[in-house]
């Protein structure tokens, strides 16, 4: 079935830390697998993708991990920044439903 | 220069009322979408429609009718608002019908009293 979650609810870091936050999830058939991110007050804001044939892929101080063994993603953010404090959303677009399934979410925040 | 634009932002009604949120994007995309977000933040799609045809509708009450008078404009109306209708409603609009990068408005926060 569709499904998402997150291992944390929460995660506090320090600043200039860096931060993993993970992610399950079940359906094998997904294409892409997103991680978002959600400010507050405003809506989800595409962070990276990384396609099922991958493990890693990196942007700016983001690195996403696929294991497609366990279904298991992962998000680091290298340096954690304050502007970092959100809620972070891992999603999955399965193939051919043309739709993203998100999971719970994730709230990073950051203490100085 | 607001990519993804909703109106209202705040949307506070009563039970039985009939209310519409309105949504535009100005990116030139064919595929729009609505999510809602409720209380825990958990994210679940309603409707997508692509170039003004509806594609996906998610076993969403038909209190709830989308309207897409054009490629750029995806409006949501509700009708006989229930208690549990309260969440905050985004608009989003992607490039590919797939829907992998979405840009999403702002949010409505709709309270049903």
């Known amino acids: 079935g569709e499904s998402v979650g997150l291992h944390l609810p929460t995660l506090s870091v320090q600043e200039g830390d860096n931060s993993i936050i993970n992610c399950a999830y079940s359906?094998?058939?997904?294409?892409?697998f997103i991680w978002y991110k959600q400010e507050s007050g405003k809506g989800p804001q595409f962070i990276i993708d990384?396609?099922?044939?991958?493990d890693k892929r990196q942007g700016q101080r983001v690195t996403v991990l696929l294991n497609k063994t366990v279904k298991h993603l992962s998000l680091q953010i290298a340096a954690t920044q304050p502007g970092d404090s959100a809620v972070y959303f891992c999603?999955?677009?399965?193939?051919?439903?043309?739709?993203?399934?998100f999971g719970q979410g994730t709230r990073l925040t950051i203490n100085p | 220069d607001t990519a993804v634009s909703q109106t209202p932002k705040y949307l506070v009604t009563q039970m039985g009322n009939d209310k519409s949120i309105k949504c535009e994007q100005n990116?030139?995309?064919?595929?729009m979408y609505w999510y809602k977000q409720d209380s825990k933040k958990f994210l679940k799609i309603m409707f997508s429609?692509?170039?003004?045809?509806?594609?996906i509708n998610e076993t969403v009450p038909n209190r709830f009718s989308p309207k897409s008078p054009d490629k750029a404009h995806l409006n949501l109306h509700i009708n006989s608002l229930e208690l549990g209708d309260s969440a905050v409603y985004f608009c989003?609009?992607?490039?590919?019908?797939?829907?992998?990068?979405?840009?999403f408005g702002s949010g409505t926060q709709l309270s049903v009293l």
């Open positions: 989003a609009s992607s490039q590919e019908e797939s829907g992998r990068e979405l840009f």
């Open positions: 999603a999955e677009n399965v193939q051919g439903a043309q739709k993203l399934v």
């Open positions: 990116l030139g995309h064919d595929t």
């Open positions: 429609y692509n170039n003004k045809e509806l594609i």
């Open positions: 990384i396609r099922s044939n991958m």
């Open positions: 359906n094998s058939a997904s294409d892409y």
